[in-house]
C-alpha cells in the first residue's frame, strides 16, 4: 500500500513536473520573446562640463521578414527622441531581411548613429546543439551568406557611420565624438591594430565599439583610453534563472557584465545590450525580455573615471513613457 502511495506521488511530481516545463517553454517562446521593453540607463562618462546626450542602443535585431509585431517595436522607437544612435550588430537571420531592417528602424536612419556588423549580418543562424554553448564555448558554425554589404549601403546612404577597423571625430548634438569600432571577434574578424592608438583628449565622448565583449579587446580600448564601449552579442543570457542570472555569456565575458552598464578597468565604462531578438532556431527568452537602451550620458565629475552608473528603468512600450 505504501509502495502504490509512493509511486502515484512520483507520477503527480513528473506530471506536476512536465507541466511546468511545457507551461514554462510555451511563455518563453510565446509571451517574454514579444514583450519588447525600452530600458533607461544614466552614465557619467562625459567630459567635465559636457551637456547631457541621449543615446539610444539597439543590437542583436536577428530580422525575419515575417517578424511584423517586432518591425512595429522598432519603428516606434523614433518616438524617444534620442540625440545618437548605436548600433552593435546582429541584425538579420535571413537573406530578404535587408528590407525590413531598413524599413523598421524607419526615422532612426535620420539621426546621426554609426553602427559595426555581428556575425549574423555576414551569415545566417544555424541549428546548433545547445550543449555546445557549455562545453565547446569556442566552436563555431556557419549558415549561408548573408548580403550584409546591402545593409552597410542602405545605412550609410541614410547617414549612419561604418565603425568597422574605423577612427572618426564628428559632432553630434554639440558635442565632439571620437569614435573607433572593430569587426566581429566572435568569428575573429577583429584587427584592433587597425584603430589602435590614445582617444582623442579633446573629444567630450571617446567611444569605442564591438559586436561581441570579448575582454581582450575591453582590455585594448581600456589600455587606449576609452570612456564608454558598447556591445552586444550576449542575447543577456537570453534564458536565465530566477535569482541567478544568466547561464553563459556565449563570449569570455564573467556573467555579472552580461547586459546593461558596468566597469571595465580604471576609467573605462562598458554597456552591453540584452538584444532585441533571438536566433529562429531558439526562440525562446526567459527572465531576460528583448530590450533596447536609452542611455543618458553625462558629464563625469574626474572626466570619464566615475564608473557609478545611474538607475535603469523599464518601459514596455512608448505610450509608457
Known sequence: ??????????????AASFGALVAGIGYAS??????FVVREATMPVLSPGSSPLKVLHVSDIHMRPTQ??????????????PDFVVNTGDNLSH??????????????????GVFV?????????????????????????????LPWQDLRAAFSERGWLDMTHTRREFDVAGLRI?????????IARDRYAAIAGPASPTAN??????????PRVLDRFAEDGYQLVMAGHTHGGQLC????????????????????PSKWGARTQLHVSAGIGTSPFAPLRFCCRPEATLLTLVAAPTGGSDARSGAEQSHPTVAAR
Open 1 to 14: 500500500m505504501a509502495a502504490a502511495s509512493t509511486g502515484a506521488i512520483l507520477k503527480t511530481t513528473a
Open 30 to 35: 510565446l509571451i517574454e520573446r514579444n514583450a
Open 68 to 81: 511584423r509585431r517586432k518591425q512595429a517595436w522598432l519603428r516606434d522607437l523614433a518616438g524617444w527622441n
Open 95 to 112: 537573406p530578404k531581411a535587408v528590407p525590413a531592417v531598413v524599413q523598421a528602424l524607419g526615422d532612426l536612419l535620420s539621426v546621426p
Open 117 to 145: 556588423f555581428g556575425s549574423n549580418d555576414y551569415f545566417a543562424p544555424k541549428l546548433k546543439n545547445p550543449v555546445n554553448y557549455l562545453t565547446k564555448p569556442t566552436h563555431r558554425t556557419y549558415g549561408e551568406p
Open 178 to 186: 571620437a569614435a573607433a569600432g572593430v569587426d566581429d571577434p566572435h
Open 205 to 214: 565622448l571617446t567611444l569605442g565599439l564591438t559586436h561581441s565583449p570579448e
Open 241 to 260: 534563472v530566477p535569482f541567478y542570472g544568466a547561464i553563459v555569456t556565449n563570449c569570455d565575458l564573467d556573467r555579472s557584465r552580461v547586459k546593461g
